[in-house]
């Protein structure tokens, strides 16, 4: 899995980037088509600019967050403080998620995909539509300098997505890239 190093690593936490997240993210979770509300897991959380977005513009979303980088546990340590219970931060591979089968409403990554390897995407999307409840939505959303995906990795997760059987709710191709996912099946607590 690839990891973000030197310039990468400054730039998840400088200014641009930051007024970048608090700009795009509200922009795209209004693309949902459904409230975000109830356990959210977002895959890759780096710094905490989006999940404190997300906790921010959703008062009633309790955030499970993950992240393989071991400082983001300092981080999120202080965003505890100001959200207690409704935010977790757990360290672990989005390739290998250690939750339960249909454990989350929403399943979240923005600026995330880029990162990942093309031969490691299909892994990451079958972790994530594993974890999340049936007929429930997979948000996914790319496009800062950092993680700006190739066209043909966008064709790649629209491949699998709807090779995992699900359906198509939104998708917005151009700089930034963003699809929300619906999983088959019916959860009987939507």
């Keep these: 899995m690839s990891r973000t190093v030197g310039f990468w690593k400054w730039w998840n936490n400088a200014l641009p980037h930051r007024m970048h997240i608090k700009r795009h993210v509200p922009k795209f979770l209004s693309t949902c088509p459904d409230s975000v509300r109830g356990a959210v897991l977002e895959l890759g959380a780096g710094h905490g600019w989006t999940s404190q977005t997300i906790l921010e513009t959703f008062p009633y979303v309790e955030?499970?967050?993950?992240?393989?980088?071991?400082?983001?546990?300092?981080?999120?340590?202080?965003?505890?403080?100001?959200?207690?219970?409704?935010?977790?931060?757990?360290?672990?591979?989005?390739?290998?998620?250690?939750?339960?089968?249909?454990?989350?409403?929403?399943?979240?990554?923005?600026?995330?995909?880029?990162?990942i390897e093309d031969s490691e995407v299909a892994f990451v999307l079958q972790e994530?539509?594993?974890?999340?409840?049936?007929?429930?939505?997979?948000?996914?959303?790319?496009?800062t300098?950092?993680?700006?995906?190739?066209?043909?990795?966008?064709?790649?997760?629209?491949?699998?997505?709807?090779?995992?059987?699900?359906?198509?709710?939104?998708?917005?191709?151009?700089?930034?890239?963003s699809l929300w996912a619906r999983k088959s099946g019916v959860d009987s607590e939507l």
């Design 63 to 115: 955030l499970t967050c993950v992240e393989v980088d071991e400082s983001a546990q300092e981080v999120f340590s202080e965003l505890q403080d100001t959200y207690g219970k409704r935010l977790a931060i757990q360290k672990a591979d989005i390739r290998s998620l250690p939750f339960d089968r249909e454990s989350f409403d929403v399943v979240i990554a923005i600026n995330t995909i880029g990162y």
């Design 145 to 177: 300098i950092a993680t700006m995906p190739s066209r043909a990795k966008r064709m790649l997760v629209e491949k699998i997505v709807l090779e995992e059987g699900c359906e198509l709710e939104y998708v917005k191709k151009g700089l930034r890239f």
């Design 128 to 143: 994530a539509l594993r974890v999340l409840k049936k007929g429930a939505l997979l948000g996914i959303s790319d496009g």
